[in-house]
């Protein structure tokens, strides 16, 4: 009986050892305390909201996040033109839209023209820059990033358009003295049925463990007979597809126009917390950065004058890569000697 | 055992005592002692996954075993970040090379003499006074040991672009550099053929010889072993399971056993 | 056929040792100085010099502060705008807290400043490594600019946040034409490119790039991590710094949070790549890649079209062909233009011969 | 092959700066930014300034016989871009530059002491350097009609008019929404004075750059449950400003912008949570001025128009750039009146604009007739303190919601002749004027 729970007891042990339980948990308690205290001091329906708003903001900014985690994921490539695909994507699509093609016909053909996006830049860019540094992709990446932002607003124009999904901004559930908007909710609901999507995909497919593969190793990926090339091919067209997806939700937000290409800085907190391999971690740090910067702004933002949103959730990030230099969820770096 | 007390010529300068080192749940040492006798060489062997590499990541600071510790020169030696340990005179090599690939040779083995160096910004900005002198003096050193080694031609060339075998002597220049009492090599002749073995070999010899340097090196070519060292240690699955003279060792009943995969 | 060492033997280490081993590369050092003290000051205009030369200089000069920390020290940073600001800030600060003050002090001030933030938040670097490292410098960007944006000390309590920059005064003569102002920025980035060539060939700069090619075997022969790393954060916020205080006071003439945005810093980040990580001549070539073929295509662009095509669609194929000249770059030698200007002097070195 | 692409850019390098020679033209230096987050706004703005030349060129032959010539240069809302083109454009044209609109604050600052030494008039025209509009402390700079501060001192009468006068302002709460730079905080000071003098409660509430995402600001305003919310923003922030501003419940017609927050990119996004917001503008809605039709007529109908046709006369970042090609044009004018018919120099052209006196009269002959109200320039007075037109949107465009509310120079001036003469201590400069 006595040792029996002690095993438990080790067992406990043993879980609580880990760091990533340490900070999940120690995040949990402090938002339990924080929210006990709000409950007795303070608006505690008007936290609820800031708390909810916040997570459902957190999930616009993974949802583009996501994206770069795709292409990272594959070719350990960051990369610094998604932004530019966003812009480019829902470009594309607005215009179709306003060339009177139907919505479904117009997000297909605008995933189509990304696939051809993806190829060309397969052919052109990465293909003669296979085995060469990553730093290297990376700088590619930047041209790549001037490059699209050209074409997009010289392809269509670089006017402001109004994208009209169908859906009531404006409507929301009301939970007790709590707005929670329509059109949020069902975004978030769009970005985890994405992310759903990709996990399977990447568990299940052929395509999807060629890729885990081609992550872990390029060289070993290629000798066991993966076409390094087509793989490139498929990442980018996913990429695509979120950037599709992330310019109809951010574009039908702010309307379509160049400034949705700077979402692109939104998401880089949430991948290092996150960590930029893992799906699930880019909707976990979406929801931590989200919640957090918003906390973060209405509570403490008073005291130092506001508009704390653009550097806190660096500093969040910072704290978490300090207890954890992968991220949350980034793979275990191991240095061999 | 008694038969190497007999065979103490020089006195201990490390002793490794009792240590206990586990990554997770895997053993990787367990309650091993070890002793270091001065200008000796002191051979590790045993199968793949022994813990002979870590048998040197702990002398060399960049583990720290759970448990027992390790005496340098008499003294006990706390938790201590590798570049102290460096700077009492422990240098190595490495199993998978670890040379800096973007500098030359000559580079690569000034920065073993850094150690040795003064540092002081300024100076060093404006490259003047003694800042450069000192270049100078170590650059004389270095050359030394570049002649030592036979590479003068490969001076100037970027590490990476040398063949395999002069990396490798790159790398002991660089230990040698640090002028250190105790040398720690890693595998330093593994997947050489054997001119270049015996190249090294002698080098290894005649750093012993002429500099008096303590050496305790892991190899798996036996022959080289019992040629060059005077004692050997063997390891396996993480245990000492023999410590002695060559000729000993390689009739010991248990190292046999561990070799050929008996028991 | 001209440009060959054969024949040239060194007698002792010291010539060995010496900043350009070359006897031509020594000439063409020369030459290059000469035409930037003295030709170019006669030719350009002062549209070139103020507008085109100093820009580019100034940028060199924060570009070479970042090559300082990614390109020899292997640290990432997407920050060096904010160091930029901080030495701006701090150099503005101190001018019209203390007006006699001599300038040179003034700029100085401005890099220590920068120095010490930089060293600060230089700081995770201990723990946190590669591409997450990032976070870091960025936490620096945002937080500063925020900083500066809204805490009016730093401005002097200006209705306005935007700060004209007092006027300059070296030794009692005023800087205030294009062509003094150049005069002052060239010596200083003169003097810091041949600082950074001095630490880069000796002990400092040995530490450094031991800790970027293997930290894991620096730290075994006795290199303190910890003190190189933040050595390099220092020293490469000090230029960031100098560079800043200069982009205020040579370039702008205005201080503003908003001319030290994240743009910029990835703009820095992309010259030392373009050019060329871990060599004092990258920066230089990176910075005018990115100064100047914007300005050139842009000229261009009115020059060509003569308004036949409308400034709108230009001002976008600008773009495109900016990133296309990039990947293209890239993809002919993707080391950045100081490796091509490498390949360049050792075809030299055996023409007209192939071998 | 590099070598020959570098050698090709360096020679075409060599070009840039060599000035070819000119016609005998009034040089318009035109400094756009059409790429960038500001692109959007920039681009109406310089069709609209572009399109008036065209068409003063086309129907009138240029000015006192004299055409206009002009070049634009792609600033991307950035200082140091804007520099080089500053420079090099400034000696452009027979007699150099005429006039400089840089179209954004940050872009002013970083040449006002350059103007000073090349004499190259700067007008910056609703926004720019607050207490440049003392003249005569700034010779070279011209914030004309209305400047920031004397803007939100009609924009609190405006709230008064709504409250129902001035002394019902009192015990209000008003919440000022800024874009978090120099150009959005500038008004804090003004806004506070007339807070403590009409006794309304004040609480400035900044927005992150570039304000993509602003539900925590909005949750912060409904939590402060303000009568009235001054927006005071620029670029992508407005329009995202009024969504979550009907996200979080606030009526729209509560919610007054400043000129900056006021035109179709700001409001047709944000579609019906715009409808009702109503924001201050320099200028009349509507179309049918007959500047438009000329501009229809001389320039668009010729097949040399700048933009597309539809944003004539109904873009309102289009008519500022119409206003703004207006001011130059007329100080052009004004300064061949007194030089004669020849191209004019920079200096010359500050006289035109120092004396300009747009009466009804000329207003009429100009064709823009109450588009724009009288104003009249002077040595010390560099603004004109010109009343503030109010436009409610009302879902398809807008339209008049005041009628021209006067500003508060008694407020006003004090302040900018107190931060001008510190400036002039600052620079050593003695004031002219008297």
Request: charged share 15%; proline share 4%; aromatic share 12%.
């Amino acid at each position: 009986m006595k040792n029996i729970l002690l095993k438990i007891l080790q067992c406990m042990l043993k879980i609580v050892n880990q760091k990533r339980f340490i900070l999940t948990f120690s995040v949990l308690v402090s938002v339990i305390i924080l929210s006990l205290a709000i409950y007795l001091f303070m608006d505690y329906w008007f936290f609820l909201e800031v708390f909810i708003g916040g997570l459902l903001s957190g999930v616009m900014y993974s949802l583009v996040a996501l994206g770069f985690v795709l292409i990272f994921k594959a070719s350990g490539v960051f990369n610094f033109a998604q932004g530019a695909m966003v812009l480019f994507a829902a470009l594309t699509f607005v215009r179709l839209i306003e060339m009177g093609v139907p919505m479904l016909g117009a997000a297909t053909l605008t995933m189509l023209v990304m696939v051809i996006l993806a190829i060309a830049i397969e052919r052109i860019v990465l293909r003669p820059l296979v085995n060469q540094d990553l730093i290297i992709l990376f700088m590619a990446t930047i041209g790549l990033n001037y490059f699209i932002e050209g074409m997009a607003q010289l392809v269509w124009d670089s006017n402001v358009h109004v994208l009209d999904l169908g859906i009531d901004e404006y409507a929301a559930y009301e939970i007790g003295e709590a707005f929670v908007n329509k059109f949020d909710v069902l975004a978030a609901l769009i970005a985890g049925g994405l992310v759903l999507l990709l996990a399977l995909f990447f568990r299940y497919t052929v395509i999807g463990r060629a890729l885990r593969a081609v992550a872990d190793d390029h060289q070993a990926a290629l000798s066991v007979g993966i076409p390094l090339r087509t793989i490139w091919i498929y990442v980018w067209s996913a990429a695509g597809l979120v950037a599709l997806v992330a310019g109809m939700v951010w574009g039908s937000k702010l309307g379509v126009q160049f400034a949705i290409a700077t979402v692109a800085l939104k998401a880089i907190p949430v991948l290092i917390i996150g960590g930029f391999t893992s799906v699930p971690g880019a909707i976990i740090g979406g929801l931590i950065v989200g919640c957090g910067e918003k906390l973060a702004e209405v509570y403490l933002g008073g005291f130092v004058g506001g508009a704390i949103e653009n550097w806190f959730p660096y500093m969040l990030a910072m704290i978490v890569l300090m207890i954890r230099p992968e991220g949350l969820f980034g793979e275990k770096i191991i240095e061999r000697v | 055992m008694n038969n190497v007390v007999k065979n103490i010529k020089s006195n201990l300068i490390m002793s490794i005592n009792h240590v206990n080192l586990s990554f997770g749940g895997l053993k990787a040492l367990v309650d091993v002692s070890l002793n270091i006798y001065e200008k000796q060489i002191l051979a590790i062997i045993g199968p793949n996954g022994a813990g002979k590499s870590c048998m040197l990541n702990i002398i060399s600071g960049i583990y720290t075993p759970q448990e027992g510790n390790v005496e340098w020169k008499g003294e006990k030696r706390g938790k201590i970040a590798p570049h102290d340990i460096a700077k009492m005179g422990i240098a190595r090599t490495f199993q998978n090379i670890a040379l800096f690939r973007g500098m030359s040779a000559l580079d690569n083995i000034l920065t073993g003499r850094n150690l040795l160096m003064k540092r002081g910004l300024l100076a060093e900005v404006f490259y003047a006074g003694w800042a450069k002198e000192q270049e100078i003096i170590h650059r004389k050193k270095v050359e030394e040991i570049i002649d030592f080694l036979e590479i003068q031609s490969v001076r100037k060339t970027p590490v990476s672009r040398l063949p395999y075998g002069i990396q490798k002597r790159v790398e002991l220049g660089r230990a040698l550099a640090a002028e250190p009492e105790l040398l720690l090599l890693d595998e330093p002749m593994a997947g050489m053929n054997v001119e270049e073995k015996e190249d090294m070999c002698r080098f290894v010899l005649d750093v012993n010889e002429q500099f008096g340097t303590t050496i305790v090196l892991i190899e798996h070519d036996m022959g080289v072993v019992m040629d060059i060292s005077d004692r050997v240690a063997v390891l396996d699955y993480g245990r000492k399971i023999a410590d002695g003279l060559p000729k000993d060792v390689r009739a010991d009943k248990k190292v046999i056993d561990a070799y050929l995969g008996v028991g | 056929m001209f440009y060959r060492e054969a024949g040239q033997f060194k007698t002792s280490y010291e010539a060995d040792q010496s900043i350009l081993p070359i006897f031509q590369d020594r000439i063409a050092m020369y030459i290059m100085l000469m035409f930037a003290f003295i030709v170019f000051p006669f030719i350009a205009n002062d549209y070139w010099l103020g507008s085109i030369l100093i820009p580019f200089l100034v940028l060199s000069l924060a570009a070479l502060g970042l090559n300082v920390l990614t390109g020899y020290a292997g640290q990432i940073s997407l920050g060096s705008a904010a160091f930029m600001a901080v030495g701006a800030f701090a150099a503005f600060n101190l001018h019209v807290r203390i007006p006699e003050i001599p300038f040179l002090v003034v700029f100085l001030w401005g890099g220590l400043c920068s120095a010490a933030v930089g060293m600060i938040f230089g700081l995770p670097s201990l723990r946190i490594k590669g591409f997450y490292l990032a976070v870091a410098t960025l936490a620096a960007q945002f937080f500063i600019e925020w900083l500066f944006t809204h805490f009016d000390w730093f401005t002097n309590y200006s209705t306005s946040g935007v700060i004209t920059a007092p006027p300059m005064h070296i030794f009692g003569f005023a800087i205030d034409n294009p062509l003094s102002k150049y005069f002052v920025v060239l010596t200083i980035v003169v003097l810091c490119a041949f600082g950074i060539r001095n630490l880069a060939r000796s002990e400092i700069g040995r530490a450094w790039m031991a800790v970027r090619d293997m930290d894991i075997a620096a730290e075994a022969i006795g290199i303190n991590l910890m003190k190189t790393k933040l050595l390099a954060f220092g020293v490469s916020s000090f230029l960031c710094g100098l560079a800043g205080a200069l982009w205020a006071y040579a370039v702008l003439g205005t201080v503003e949070p908003q001319a030290f945005d994240i743009i910029r810093s990835f703009e820095i980040l992309f010259m030392i790549i373009i050019g060329g990580l871990g060599s004092v001549s990258g920066a230089f070539l990176g910075a005018g890649f990115i100064v100047l073929l914007p300005i050139l295509l842009n000229n261009l662009g009115s020059l060509v079209t003569g308004g036949a095509i409308s400034t709108e669609t230009i001002a976008h194929i600008e773009y495109m062909i900016f990133g296309a000249f990039i990947v293209f770059f890239l993809i002919v030698e993707p080391n950045g233009l100081a490796r091509l200007w490498q390949i360049g002097k050792e075809k030299l070195r055996l023409w007209p011969f192939p071998y | 092959m590099i070598y020959r692409i570098l050698v090709t850019l360096i020679s075409y390098i060599m070009l840039i700066g060599i000035t070819v020679s000119f016609a005998a033209e009034h040089f318009v230096p035109v400094t756009s930014y059409r790429t960038g987050p500001y692109g959007i706004s920039g681009a109406p703005a310089a069709n609209g300034y572009v399109d008036y030349l065209k068409m003063i060129n086309a129907r009138d032959g240029g000015v006192g016989g004299v055409k206009l010539d002009w070049e634009e240069c792609e600033t991307a809302y950035k200082p140091d871009r804007f520099v080089e083109c500053y420079e090099r454009l400034k000696n452009k044209g027979v007699a150099g530059a005429t006039v400089f609109q840089p179209l954004g604050t940050g872009l002013t600052y970083s040449v006002i002491d350059r103007v000073a030494d090349d004499k190259i008039p700067l007008i910056t025209m609703g926004y720019g350097r607050t207490d440049a509009s003392d003249g005569s402390i700034f010779p070279w700079v011209f914030p004309l009609l209305v400047n920031y501060w004397s803007l939100s001192t009609a924009k609190i009468k405006y709230i008064g008019n709504l409250a129902g006068g001035m002394d019902k302002l009192k015990g209000l709460k008003i919440a000022n929404v800024y874009h978090d730079s120099a150009y959005g905080k500038e008004t804090g000071p003004v806004l506070e004075k007339q807070a403590e003098l009409y006794g309304f409660d004040l609480k400035g509430f900044p927005v992150a750059h570039p304000g993509l995402d602003q539900k925590a600001t909005w949750l912060n305003v409904r939590r402060y449950k303000p009568d009235y919310v001054i927006l005071r923003g620029w670029g992508v922030m407005n329009q995202t400003a009024l969504k979550e501003a009907a996200r979080a419940r606030i009526p729209a017609e509560n919610i007054v912008g400043v000129s900056w927050s006021c035109s179709e990119l700001d409001t047709v996004p944000a579609g019906k949570a715009a409808v009702g917001y109503t924001c201050s503008s320099m200028y009349n809605p509507g179309s049918h001025y007959k500047v438009f039709k000329d501009i229809l007529k001389y320039v668009h109908e010729a097949g040399n128009g700048t933009g597309p046709i539809e944003e004539v006369g109904n873009q309102q970042l289009y008519k500022t750039g119409v206003l703004m090609g207006i001011m130059t044009v007329e100080a052009i004018n004004k300064a061949t009146e007194k030089y004669g018919n020849k191209p004019m120099s920079g200096e010359q052209v500050r006289w035109g604009i120092e004396n300009l006196d747009l009466t009804s009269e000329r207003l009429e002959k100009m064709g823009i007739k109450d588009f724009i109200p009288n104003v009249k320039i002077s040595c010390a007075d560099h603004e004109g303190g010109a009343p503030v037109k109010f436009q409610r949107w009302n879902g398809t465009s807008f339209e008049p919601a005041s009628d021209w509310v006067t500003t508060d120079q008694n407020i006003v001036r004090p302040m900018i002749e107190a931060s001008s003469s510190a400036y002039a201590a600052e620079k050593g400069i003695t004031p002219r004027c008297n």
